[in-house]
């Protein structure tokens, strides 16, 4: 029998027993068609108990579609009556520090959905308010979590395949004129920036998940085809501290969609092709000129086939909370994707090159990704 669920008192961590209670923050379609199966799937070391939406009909359908004995449009209110062990915050991106604060101040765990954070300021202030020893707050990255980047980062760092030396992450996906009709998307103060921070910055974390610290940065940002205050296309040239020169580019533009990274080694090119989660058989090891094909193909294939999914992210997620210990894609682990994206903004719009470490307080880009440029239009805009 599950041990019985006590109330814990505001800024403690959670309990050690399950099932977790689970709350909702955002009832749409990202909730219900992805975050709500991965708990389905992970019962009864979860139960949902509500929903929160700013849109009372669609927390109210959302709780009678599954059952759940709580909805609301206030996320306080939800804190006070249902006492979550764990908040899942899926609203849009000017929401989550707010949200994401509130709830580890009650005492909660989140799970926050990309991009975390309008900028480097309001992240900061969420893991202000995480406690020493919890509750924590890890962002949703879920393409570090399967078997096949997990198996890519050991090998990496085994230097089994030598060093690295290229890299390419690429996501040219195609968003059209009404996806940008969302009254928050395409806008500095409510989506944070363009294709890199709402659309690149999984690979963009997985990049960094497997080549590690980068040290610095030059970009260009253009607005070309779409009606947004934000830029449509991203690309930058990254030096790691490792040495390795990367190239990242980010498009809302493209008809051929593909998230796409490569990784040139010393004795072999590792690569991944997918969309929107990838699997074992997606990504791909070749060997250099010279090198055994033998001694390559020993090392390309997993021992199981975990795709990367948000049912992956929660198992670990999971067993961190079992432990009482801090999870991956928190604090500085989490907040690394978004620093080298607020560095790509500030290279672009000021066409510096920018170090790593170098936006903190006092710097315009720590609080907004456009750093209050005045005026700012982006090459090729027609504005």
């Not at 308010?129 to 980047?149: D, K």
């Not at 934000?230 to 390795?244: H, I, M, W």
């Amino acid at each position: 029998m599950l041990a019985h669920h006590p109330a814990h008192s505001p800024g403690r961590p959670s309990v050690s027993v399950t099932p977790y209670r689970v709350l909702f923050v955002g009832a749409g379609n990202i909730v219900r068609a992805v975050h709500m199966p991965a708990f389905l799937a992970h019962a009864p070391d979860f139960t949902v108990v509500g929903a929160v939406d700013s849109d009372a009909e669609a927390a109210r359908s959302f709780a009678a579609d599954f059952a759940l004995p709580h909805h609301s449009t206030d996320l306080h209110t939800a804190l006070r009556e249902v006492r979550p062990d764990l908040v899942v915050i899926a609203s849009p991106p000017v929401a989550h520090r707010e949200q994401t604060v509130a709830a580890l101040e009650a005492g909660a765990w989140v799970w926050c959905e990309k991009p975390p954070a309008l900028s480097l300021a309001e992240y900061d202030a969420m893991t202000a308010a995480e406690g020493e020893a919890g509750p924590y707050a890890p962002i949703v990255f879920q393409h570090r979590f399967g078997s096949g980047a997990e198996h890519a980062k050991a090998l990496i760092a085994s230097g089994g395949l030598g060093a690295p030396l290229v890299a390419h992450c690429q996501t040219t996906w195609y968003r059209d004129d009404a996806y940008y009709a969302v009254p928050w998307r395409g806008k500095w103060a409510t989506e944070g920036a363009g294709p890199a921070m709402g659309l690149g910055i999984h690979q963009i974390d997985l990049m960094l998940e497997l080549l590690g610290d980068w040290a610095e940065i030059r970009a260009m940002a253009g607005r070309l085809a779409r009606d947004t205050e934000t830029d449509d296309v991203t690309t930058a040239t990254v030096r790691f501290a490792s040495g390795a020169l990367a190239t990242v580019v980010n498009s809302a533009l493209s008809p051929r969609q593909v998230s796409h990274l490569r990784i040139d080694l010393r004795d072999a090119t590792i690569e991944l092709n997918h969309l929107y989660g990838y699997g074992n058989g997606d990504w791909t090891y070749t060997p250099a000129p010279g090198v055994d094909p033998a001694r390559t193909a020993a090392r390309s294939t997993p021992a199981e086939d975990i795709p990367s999914s948000h049912g992956a992210q929660l198992r670990s997620l999971l067993a961190d909370m079992r432990a009482g210990r801090r999870p991956r894609a928190s604090a500085g682990d989490g907040r690394r994707s978004l620093e080298l994206i607020t560095a790509m903004y500030k290279a672009a719009l000021t066409g510096a090159t920018v170090l790593a470490g170098e936006i903190v307080p006092g710097d315009p880009f720590y609080t907004a990704l456009h750093g209050s440029v005045p005026g700012w239009a982006p090459e090729g805009s027609e504005r």
